[in-house]
């Protein structure tokens, strides 16, 4: 495609480049590495082991992705001059501080570019969806005066690239469901790409992938056909036993060990497997002539493609071949949810999940949807739009801006897992995009009347939201005395010389 038809994407990734770094020197890249060290001091170690070619440690979040461009970053510093230490054995005793002070600054300098690049995302998906570019742009700015995105400019996190990976996935599936050539098939194959890129970089969105997905279902656009043509060896019953032994072996394998629940983190892929397939069957049942050879067709090339990104990626002495266990054994992240018992019995885990489950549905109602929120703003203005602009929208979208409402609820309900005191910043950037998702069916209304309240209103009612953020993290001192009586640095950063930790803390 002609350069001058994407300049548009260039102006908007230098305005929130412009944006993000301004508000991250104003919060302070220069705060003391102790100030926020979860998790951005793990992320600096583990980046600093990529770079020596050790294998690294962080297999929980993973964070893959993250330190995998963190440590690419930190390489271009060091051939610039600009860094001393790109990798942990160039750490001393006597550079200790002042390198994890200098790693730190420039790792919440890439969190910003990351955020400006998550910013443009956000813009080129809404655009898929509408085919507005200023209507795009408008609610990408919405998003952008979120506080679950303004958090990721003050830090360096895990949670922003596997949102970002996530949208690539969906913008891909979006343009498979739109084309008419073969060609669609490599949408397919970069949709599996970024979903496990996703997956690598946070295992949480595991259980959210579903309904990231369920928007898609209520579009306006649908596969006209599959050129099955050059698939029909798959009709060969071979090829079916073939393709689930390998599923059998993919969970039986990464589950057939001794750690907490593998029959139910196996039952859960499985069942994850099903309601995969239950979506794309009922996406193209009507428009697809032979549905079997379509389903075999995705779910060979899920299989074969998390077989080739695996292999490309254990290239890498640093790759942990534990990342992609991890994204069969599920129920171990369970270890992850406060208060929830850390007992080997499947059936009172389920029950206390399913309590708990019903708890942070009743609590976000009361909370955030029955209360003056700018989650119930946005909903109240969403729904008020619909009924006022009825005859300018199809039933189609309607339903669209239902399901994108009620895939937010749901996911805002799944993140309340992570804390009993309510929902932490960094999560709020997956469900955001789907609430303001849900507004792209204005893009076509008669001289977007609407426009200006759809960018003030929800800018304005997050207003002190955001401050409070930034303010937050911009007075934010050392943490120096808890990280010295804490296990924390031990525990997360194995291989540095415990001297270093130790003398640094009895200078101060």
Same mark, same amino acid.
């Given at each position: 495609?002609? =350069?001058? *038809? ?62 995998? @461009? ?9 051939? +610039?001059? =600009? ?16 390198? @994890?002070?200098? =790693? ?6 890439? !969190?910003?570019?990351?955020?400006? +690049? ?13 085919? *507005? ?9 919405? #998003? ?15 949670? @922003?690239? !596997?949102?970002?990976? !996530? ?43 579903? #309904?990231?997905?369920?928007? #898609?279902?209520?579009?306006? *656009? ?41 029959? &139910? ?20 049942? *009507? ?118 409402? &009620? ?45 200006? &309240? ?10 002190? !939201? ?43």
């Amino acid at each position: 495609m002609k =350069l001058k *038809n994407k300049i548009h994407y260039f102006i908007v990734l230098l305005f929130y480049l412009i944006i993000c770094i301004f508000v991250g020197y104003y919060t302070g890249f220069n705060r003391h590495w102790t100030s926020v060290y979860d998790q951005e001091l793990t992320l600096v170690y583990n980046a600093l082991l990529f770079n020596n070619g050790i294998e690294i440690e962080l297999f929980q979040h993973p964070g893959y992705f993250t330190i995998l @461009l963190l440590s690419i970053f930190y390489k271009i510093l060091f051939i +610039l001059n =600009l860094l001393e230490v790109d990798k942990l054995s160039s750490l001393t005793s006597e550079n200790f501080d002042n390198s @994890l002070n200098l =790693l730190t600054y420039y790792g919440r300098i890439f !969190a910003s570019f990351n955020v400006a +690049l998550f910013c443009l995302v956000t813009y080129f998906v809404f655009n898929q969806f509408s085919k *507005n570019k200023i209507f795009s742009f408008s609610l990408s700015l919405v #998003l952008f005066f979120f506080p679950g995105t303004i958090f990721h400019i003050t830090q360096l996190r895990t949670e @922003l690239f !596997a949102m970002f990976f !996530a949208l690539l996935s969906i913008a891909s599936l979006k343009h498979f469901l739109s084309m008419d050539n073969f060609y669609k098939y490599f949408n397919l194959i970069f949709f599996f790409v970024f979903l496990i890129f996703s997956l690598l970089n946070k295992v949480q969105l595991f259980f959210l992938i579903l #309904l990231f997905l369920i928007p #898609l279902y209520f579009t306006e *656009n649908r596969i006209n056909d599959f050129n099955i043509e050059k698939f029909l060896f798959i009709e060969n019953k071979a090829f079916s036993i073939i393709l689930l032994i390998i599923i059998f072996l993919f969970i039986y394998n990464s589950n057939n060990t001794l750690h907490p629940f593998p029959i &139910l983190s196996a039952l859960i892929v499985l069942l994850n497997f099903i309601f995969f397939n239950l979506f794309f069957y009922f996406l193209i049942k *009507n428009h697809v002539k032979k549905v079997f050879i379509f389903l075999m067709v995705m779910n060979a090339t899920f299989i074969f493609t998390f077989l080739i990104v695996k292999s490309i990626l254990m290239i890498h002495p640093s790759t942990s071949e534990i990342i992609f266990v991890n994204l069969s054994r599920i129920m171990h992240i369970v270890q992850f949810v406060p208060d929830v018992p850390q007992i080997n019995d499947n059936i009172n885990l389920i029950r206390d999940l399913f309590i708990r489950l019903i708890e942070n549905l009743f609590l976000i109602l009361t909370s955030l949807i029955l209360k003056p929120s700018v989650y119930s703003a946005l909903i109240t203005l969403n729904i008020a739009l619909l009924l006022i602009l009825r005859s300018q929208i199809t039933y189609q979208q309607i339903k669209f801006n239902i399901c994108c409402i &009620l895939v937010s609820i749901f996911i805002i309900v799944i993140n309340y897992f992570r804390s009993t005191t309510g929902l932490m910043p960094q999560y709020e950037i997956f469900s955001d995009f789907f609430l303001i998702l849900s507004f792209v069916s204005f893009s076509k209304i008669k001289k977007n009347k609407y426009l200006l &309240l759809c960018i003030i209103f929800p800018i304005w009612l997050n207003s002190n !939201a955001v401050l409070k953020t930034i303010s937050n993290i911009r007075y934010t001192k050392d943490q120096i005395a808890n990280i010295c009586n804490d296990s924390f640095f031990y525990d997360w950063q194995k291989q540095i010389n415990k001297s270093y930790f130790i003398n640094f803390c009895d200078k101060e």
